[in-house]
């Protein structure tokens, strides 16, 4: 079982990535954009906590995304490898990931940050705008988003570095290139 986060701001290509990966390694993705959206358009008891606390462009608490996650991999005994897309976002988040992980009897082997510069991710999301109306796209709310990832969530990173899980990759150029730099540091 190989299990890895995907790190990188909004629009840096993680879902893109995420994608292929799925594709060539059999992965459970278990992005938490996708999880907050599932469960807000499905009205579930979450869904209606997550939606209010996303709605006021806020991050969903870490009970309720470790929550969230638990059930996901729970769902999935038989996988092969999870693939983890916008979590953790702190220190605290990585720190309970790790904890799930290890009362699973696994652990994060790889964290894959997609180096992206803000400007490049604003251009990005424009585009995406412009093709899919994303509620956290919203130019309030990606402000608050982009903000907290340069800010924030980059200070995670250090923590995998320390553990020697870190690999930065470029994310700008050619999908097909980042890809291959990406399964390198899998293989």
Same mark, same amino acid.
């Given at each position: 079982m190989i299990n890895l986060v995907l790190f990188g701001p909004p629009g840096a290509g993680k879902g893109t990535q995420s994608e292929k990966l799925i594709e060539k390694y059999g992965f459970v993705h278990i992005s938490t954009g996708d999880l907050f959206r599932w469960?807000?358009?499905?009205?579930?008891?979450?869904?209606?906590?997550?939606?209010?606390?996303?709605?006021?462009?806020?991050l969903v608490s870490d009970d309720i995304t470790i929550a969230m996650l638990k059930e996901e991999v729970l769902k999935n005994p038989k996988a092969?490898?999870?693939?983890?897309?916008?979590f953790p976002r702190t220190v605290a988040q990585a720190e309970a990931l790790d904890d799930l992980m290890k009362s699973l009897?696994?652990?994060?082997?790889?964290?894959?940050?997609l180096d992206v510069p803000e400007k490049e991710v604003r251009e990005r999301i424009a585009k995406r705008k412009a093709i899919a109306n994303?509620?956290?796209?919203?130019?309030?709310?990606?402000?608050?988003? =982009? /903000?907290?990832?340069?800010?924030?969530?980059?200070h995670v990173l250090p923590f995998y570095q320390k553990q020697g899980r870190l690999k930065t990759v470029n994310g700008i150029g050619a999908i097909d290139d980042i890809f291959k730099? =990406? /399964?390198a540091i899998i293989n």
């Amino acid at each position: 079982m190989i299990n890895l986060v995907l790190f990188g701001p909004p629009g840096a290509g993680k879902g893109t990535q995420s994608e292929k990966l799925i594709e060539k390694y059999g992965f459970v993705h278990i992005s938490t954009g996708d999880l907050f959206r599932w469960h807000t358009k499905n009205d579930t008891p979450l869904g209606k906590r997550v939606k209010e606390i996303m709605n006021s462009g806020q991050l969903v608490s870490d009970d309720i995304t470790i929550a969230m996650l638990k059930e996901e991999v729970l769902k999935n005994p038989k996988a092969g490898g999870f693939l983890f897309d916008g979590f953790p976002r702190t220190v605290a988040q990585a720190e309970a990931l790790d904890d799930l992980m290890k009362s699973l009897n696994t652990a994060i082997h790889h964290v894959i940050a997609l180096d992206v510069p803000e400007k490049e991710v604003r251009e990005r999301i424009a585009k995406r705008k412009a093709i899919a109306n994303r509620a956290d796209d919203e130019e309030e709310k990606l402000n608050k988003r =982009i /903000t907290e990832y340069f800010t924030k969530t980059v200070h995670v990173l250090p923590f995998y570095q320390k553990q020697g899980r870190l690999k930065t990759v470029n994310g700008i150029g050619a999908i097909d290139d980042i890809f291959k730099t =990406i /399964t390198a540091i899998i293989n």
